[in-house]
């Protein structure tokens, strides 16, 4: 059985940051791809960051570039998400994913909230 679980959502003023923190059990973990996904209220779910088990190869959307940095630590089994420079469009829930390519995402965690107060 493949668990996922989020930590580190929260309530921070914009401007500031939170490292969201992915642990993964269950799988191969240092061959999977990681995925961090958000979705707001009434919005639909959008990819944030990904990144693939060796943590050469990682992508971003436009929206999050200079801001987001997702990486790893595969010795802990846990892929991280530092955002820095929070906007309240941030505001949302953080899901992070695994599969095993470049797209796929095969399984979910249970998700932590981002708040940031304008």
């Known amino acids: 059985q493949v668990q996922l679980v989020e930590s580190g959502g929260g309530l921070v003023q914009a401007g500031g940051s939170l490292r969201l923190s992915c642990a993964v059990s269950?799988?191969?973990?240092?061959?999977?791809?990681v995925h961090w996904f958000r979705q707001a209220p009434g919005k639909e779910r959008e990819l944030v960051a990904r990144?693939?088990?060796?943590?050469?190869?990682?992508y971003y959307r436009d929206s999050v570039k200079g801001r987001f940095t997702i990486s790893r630590d595969n010795a802990k089994n846990t892929v991280y998400l530092q955002m820095n420079d929070l906007k309240p469009e941030d505001t949302a829930v953080y899901y992070c994913?695994?599969?095993?390519?470049?797209?796929?995402?095969?399984?979910w965690g249970q998700g932590t909230q981002v708040t940031v107060s304008s």
């Open positions: 990144i693939r088990g060796t943590g050469r190869n990682t």
């Open positions: 994913a695994a599969g095993a390519s470049w797209t796929l995402s095969e399984y």
């Open positions: 269950g799988r191969t973990f240092s061959t999977s791809v």
